[in-house]
């Protein structure tokens, strides 16, 4: 059975560091990119970015590049959101998704495997001001 | 960067109606890269339809997606307690993906 396992919720202050994490099982997890959503409380779903934990190839929408900072490690099945500077703004449920694909997504990033077919529970994070 | 709309914005139905879900895409989109997932409260998003009709594993045949060019529906025939969430599209056929604000259903 795939599953994906989050981290726990986070209480920071603004400007602090944080990393979340999702850990992968019940597939291969090298061989499947992962992407990461926001929720801001009471709001919609919102693409923050995927990953390849084969190679290590990230993208980002460009509302969140430069921001956060996606990774893996092969290792322990696990992949990351990292942020090096909190705002307020970031206060939301993170939720890591996989993508249903094999294959690499093409830089326009125009894929009939763009969809999330597996989630995880979501992390919230709040960060006061 | 294609914006998706959806509406209506609230949906109040009875156990057993036809709910008809709508999302428009600001560009046309091939019907390839089209999807729709369900947000129960306090749960995670669940993938319903991906391709625009293709149902995931698991998903009642209750539910179905149709459309193409810039108009998109999903459909659910006999609506059943449970099928109370909010329901997103969303598109992966362009350089930015994104989501539709979402549709909430409410079963009454």
């Known amino acids: 059975e795939v599953q994906l396992l989050q981290s726990g919720a986070e209480v920071k202050k603004a400007g602090e560091s944080l990393q979340i994490s999702c850990q992968g099982s019940g597939y291969s997890f090298i061989n499947y990119w992962i992407g990461w959503v926001r929720q801001m409380p009471g709001k919609g779903l919102e693409w923050v970015g995927i990953f390849c934990p084969a190679d290590s190839d990230a993208r980002y929408s460009p509302s969140f590049r430069g921001r956060v900072t996606l990774s893996a490690d092969k290792s322990v099945n696990t992949a990351y959101l990292q942020w090096s500077s909190l705002q307020a703004s970031d206060t939301a449920r993170y939720f890591c998704?996989?993508?249903?694909?094999?294959?690499?997504?093409?830089?326009?990033?125009?894929?009939?495997?763009?969809?999330?077919?597996?989630w995880g529970q979501g992390t919230l994070v709040t960060v006061s001001s | 960067e294609i914006v998706l709309t959806q509406s209506p914005g609230t949906l109040s139905l009875s156990p057993g109606e036809r709910a008809t879900l709508s999302c428009r895409a600001s560009q046309s989109l091939s019907d390839t890269y089209l999807g729709w997932y369900q947000q129960r409260p306090g749960q995670a998003p669940r993938l319903l339809i991906s391709?625009?009709?293709r149902r995931a594993t698991g998903i009642p045949d209750r539910f179905s997606g149709s459309g193409s060019g810039t108009d998109f529906t999903l459909t659910i025939s006999r609506l059943e307690p449970e099928d109370s969430a909010v329901y997103y599209c969303?598109?992966?056929?362009?350089?930015?993906?994104?989501f539709g604000p979402g549709t909430k259903v409410e079963i009454k």
């Open positions: 969303q598109q992966y056929g362009s350089s930015v993906w994104t």
């Open positions: 998704a996989r993508l249903p694909g094999t294959v690499g997504i093409p830089s326009t990033m125009v894929t009939t495997d763009g969809y999330f077919d597996y």
């Open positions: 391709g625009a009709f």
